[in-house]
RNA sequence: GCUCCCGUAGUCUAGUCCGGUCAAGGAUUCGGGGCCUUCGACCCCGUAACGCGGGUUCGAAUCCCGCCGGGAGCACCA
């Protein structure tokens, strides 16, 4: 009917004879509907398999031509990169390997403000997030050394009769531009704008004493809007360039000119950005520029990570957190530290398409993705949280010592001998469930527990009952001798200890593990072999 | 308050521009079952959604209007 206009007055007619076809068609053998399907000529009907492949679902770029896109990112250096920030990576990252195209790396380190300073630590900083995330800019530039390129274009705008130099104090601009109000100043022909910019370019002002402003309608129905500032004066010190400059551009005028002297020819950013958009396009409209379109994406939040950067900020520079890849930080150095891959981040984040719906996912979606990627390769250990002593009586003299499987899937991944009974440490949370039952000790024997169980650190006598596997509740189990002391780091910031297995005396730092009935965790990165205890980080389950 | 944006299952998302192939696909979670000596993996099965109300149309998740709900922004910060 979609092509045959003659047909939908007989809708209902339509309707009712496919009706019957496909009553027809659902009674057949599929034997014969393929003979049907391939009589009529129609393809072989290939079982539709969605790839896993993420960039799918993003949207092609508007007028994008392999080769030739130019994106940018433009990190604030106030901090690591988190999970939030980290969508800008993957996604300008995608989009250059979809198009084959350039990914310039701009720090916009313009003067800042008191509460934002630049802080140049954090440009090595963010640069180590990149190569984290696998993310190779192909130039690395600072917004910082292009102040002076930015002047011509103020005088451009101002040449246009649509910039003037503002001397109201802070309060009374606001106040004006929130009534709609007009400074004296605005009135200045592009002659005597151009001579009080060259007086504020030659220092004759103060902070605070003017700024320039581009002219726009100031009826405009967002306040913001009206009369935005695009230079202003500071006199602090930058961690760069110092005090070689007074005069610095605001985010979205120095957006204005860089997005297009560095030929970007897309902007993907966050939408906290939008109204940014329209500043840029106003200014280009206003010389006549075609600028690049605007992608954006809503806020992403992972449910379980408060992340506030300012808190981060201040935690890590008071000490009370451990530096920027502490878990709390949910920053992508921490997610690194626990053992999450930025592959798996990267699919995580990509898979929330460029929506502009502000987002809250469960990190358990995260966790998802990663488990799919390390499980088969992860090797298995045991390790016990709060362990008690457990003294079994009758434990057979051939167990001192048995064979496990490094992973029980995949035999490839070998053995390793584990010191066994006939004394064990075992959990107390699973001793406390299971008092007065018989139990198995996983891949071992069955054992009789006694009904009363004591605290962590206490030692208890249980009864061997039989070798066979059978259909007991299982517990993990670490055999006293070789046993070795374990400090999990938990993302809350808390620590778990108990004991591990003696292999876990030979595991190598950064090794990602799984502590079976557990979690998978990884080996800090500082810890050196043969020190007790053991150091890992929690992933997940 | 003003400006902009967004509403598809518990969560996230595809589909919306350009109405029919959508009795709505995928991921994750959850429930049931199977299997392996993990609470992990894998396999099978299942629950579950177009915010509400009108309109246009033979036909609406898709177009129009209204409402409701949610979010973000509103700096001489970025």
Known sequence: MATDPSLRPRAEEVRSRVAELIAEIAGLPVAELTDRLAALGGAEAPRAETPRESDTGLPALPGAVAGQVVLRLA???????????????????????????????????????EEKRVEVEFFDLILGDLELAGVRPDQVLFKSDRIAAHYPWARRVIDRGAAYVCRCAQEELRDKRQRGLACPERSQTPEEAAAEWERMLGGAYAPGEAVLRLKTDLADPDPAFRDRVLFRISDLDHPRVGHRYRVWPLLEFSWAVD?????????????????????????????????????????????????????????????????????RTWSLRSLDRRGISMAALREFTLSFGLSLADIEVPAETLYAENRQRIDATTLRRSFV?????????????????????????????????????????????????????????????????????????????????????????RLQWVGASGAVGVDVLHPDGTHAVGLGEAALRRAAP????????????????????????????????
């Not at 990602?512 to 072999?529: C, H, K, M, P, Y």
């Open 75 to 113: 990190p604030f250096p106030s901090g690591a990169l988190h999970i939030g920030s980290g969508r800008m990576l993957f996604v300008n990252q995608a989009y250059r390997e979809r198009y084959d195209g350039k990914l310039l790396l701009v720090f916009d380190d313009t003067i800042g403000s």
């Open 385 to 473: 949280p709060a362990p008690v002593r457990v003294e079994v009586d009758g434990y057979p003299f051939d167990l001192a010592e048995v064979q496990l499987a490094n992973h029980p899937d995949r035999a490839e991944l070998g053995t390793r001998a584990v010191p066994a009974g006939p004394a064990f440490y075992l959990a107390q949370a699973d001793l406390a469930h299971h008092a007065g039952a018989e139990v198995r000790l996983k891949d071992l024997v069955n054992v009789r527990l006694p009904s009363e169980v004591p605290e962590a650190g206490g030692t208890i006598r249980a009864a061997f009952t039989s070798r066979p596997n059978q259909r007991l509740p």
């Open 510 to 541: 950064r090794e990602i593990l799984q502590f079976e009935r557990f979690g998978f965790v990884r080996v800090e990165e500082n810890w050196t072999a043969a020190t007790e205890p053991v150091r890992v980080v929690f992933a997940h389950p």
């Open 259 to 327: 997005d297009v002297e560095l030929g970007v020819t897309h902007v993907l950013r966050g939408k906290d950005l939008v109204v940014e958009d329209r500043m840029e396009r106003y200014v280009w409209d206003l010389l006549g520029i075609q600028g690049p379109p605007f992608l954006h994406w809503g806020l992403l939040r992972v449910r379980e990570a408060k992340v506030s950067k300012s808190k981060s900020y201040r935690e890590v520079k008071d000490g009370v957190y451990d530096g920027w890849s502490d878990p």
